[in-house]
């Protein structure tokens, strides 16, 4: 176990519907990191936060946000939803200060379904 | 843009051999990452390699950094069943504050 929780492990959802992912980093952890895992893509980076604001940008599409909040969770907004966001979700916190490695802390992940 | 590649990307190999898998990147980063993932599972983290020369080891899997090179290996040491995983490595792509991925290797041990 990681430390870094996510909701909701799945989700069925049809085109042109709006989700929302959650993510509670490690406790202690200031940075969210949120990567997007497709079968044709891999892992790709979608946007960064560092206690509530937005540190690095991925390839993130327009119809998708995300934002960090004062307790430092993180949500995820997919909308507009197409078959090809099909895919599992990750977020990810990091250790601030002297303790940072870049060493990214995975939770288990939400897996999209698009039908 | 930072490129991450890593080969092979499959990898079917009988237990009690031993076989490495190469991670070559773009940057001159020298901060470099391992993780395991199994099917439709959260992704743990194996090694972190912080400079040039680093070299990690854990029961049967060994990585190492070879920055100049631009050049990380794992090293897999008398495969046993439980290895069976996709492998991904990592580099810290800095000044950008994210981890670019490689495409995973996907090992399958044979009994």
């Known amino acids: 176990d990681s430390g870094v929780t996510q909701t909701p492990k799945h989700l069925i959802t049809a085109t042109g519907q709006r989700v929302t992912l959650r993510c509670s980093p490690r406790?202690?952890?200031?940075?969210v990191y949120w990567y997007q895992q497709s079968l044709d893509q891999g892992l790709q980076f979608l946007i960064q936060?560092?206690?509530?604001?937005?540190?690095a940008k991925g390839n993130i599409l327009e119809r998708f946000s995300a934002q960090q909040f004062p307790d430092l969770h993180s949500e995820l907004n997919l909308s507009s939803l197409e078959l090809g966001d099909s895919a599992l979700y990750f977020c990810?916190?990091?250790?601030?200060?002297?303790?940072?490695?870049?060493?990214?802390?995975f939770g288990e992940g939400s897996r999209l379904t698009v039908l | 843009e930072l490129k991450v590649e890593q080969n092979p990307l499959f990898l079917s190999m009988q237990e009690g051999k031993n076989y490495t898998i190469y991670c070559n990147y773009s940057?001159?980063?020298?901060?470099l990452y391992w993780y395991r993932q199994d099917p439709g599972k959260s992704l743990e983290s194996l090694f972190v390699?912080?400079?040039?020369?680093a070299v990690k080891q854990e029961g049967r899997l060994m990585a190492s950094l070879d920055t100049k090179a631009r050049l990380s290996t794992l090293h897999i040491t008398a495969a046993v069943h439980d290895l069976s995983a996709t492998y991904f490595c990592?580099?810290?792509?800095?000044?950008?504050?994210?981890?670019?991925f490689g495409t995973g290797t996907r090992l399958t041990i044979i009994p």
């Open positions: 406790s202690g952890d200031l940075s």
């Open positions: 940057t001159t980063s020298d901060r």
């Open positions: 390699l912080l400079s040039n020369g």
């Open positions: 990592a580099v810290d792509d800095f000044g950008n504050e994210k981890l670019t």
């Open positions: 936060y560092y206690n509530g604001e937005e540190r």
């Open positions: 990810a916190s990091s250790a601030q200060g002297s303790f940072n490695t870049g060493e990214l802390f």
